[in-house]
Structures are given as structure tokens and as C-alpha cells.
């Protein structure tokens, strides 16, 4: 559904998904091991906003998947 990409989530939805990214981005990972990193990252945001692993990693990859929406131009930010 292309025509309603970008649309569907609200504000206060990516207002979240940005809170979620920002602590993905401080939290502590494993530097030499790129699975464990990103499975140490997404925990520390769980931990952080107080939900489960799977609602934690949902909303980190509907932020990436937002930004690379906005870079091709797809959806407005």
C-alpha cells in the first residue's frame, strides 16, 4: 500500500519509535560481534521503556525502515 506509506502512524507513534532509536543508540553493545551488538542494544531499549524484547525491536525497525522511507523520498518526516 504505497499511496497510504508513511501516513498510517501517527505522531506520537514516531514520536516513540525516536525515543526507542535514541536509546538504542546509547546503550551498550558488543563492539566486535555485530549480532550480539545489535541483540545487546535492542535489550538495554526493553529494559529502558519498560517492554518486551519483540515491541523493542519492533519499533527500532519501524524507525530505520521510516528513515530510509524519508531518504528515497517516499514519506515526508
Known amino acids: 500500500m504505497p499511496e497510504t506509506r508513511g501516513v498510517q502512524a501517527t505522531e506520537e ?3 516513540e519509535w525516536s525515543l526507542a532509536y535514541k536509546y538504542y543508540l546509547r546503550a551498550p553493545g558488543d563492539r566486535f560481534d ?6 545487546a542494544r ?11 524484547r ?12 521510516w528513515q530510509r522511507n524519508i531518504k528515497k523520498g ?3 518526516p
Open 54 to 65: 519483540k515491541q523493542a525491536k519492533r519499533r527500532i525497525r519501524n524507525y530505520e525502515a
Open 34 to 39: 555485530k549480532k550480539k551488538d545489535r541483540t
Open 74 to 76: 517516499i514519506v515526508s
Open 13 to 15: 507513534v514516531k514520536a
Open 42 to 52: 535492542i535489550d538495554y531499549v526493553a529494559q529502558e521503556m519498560k517492554l518486551t
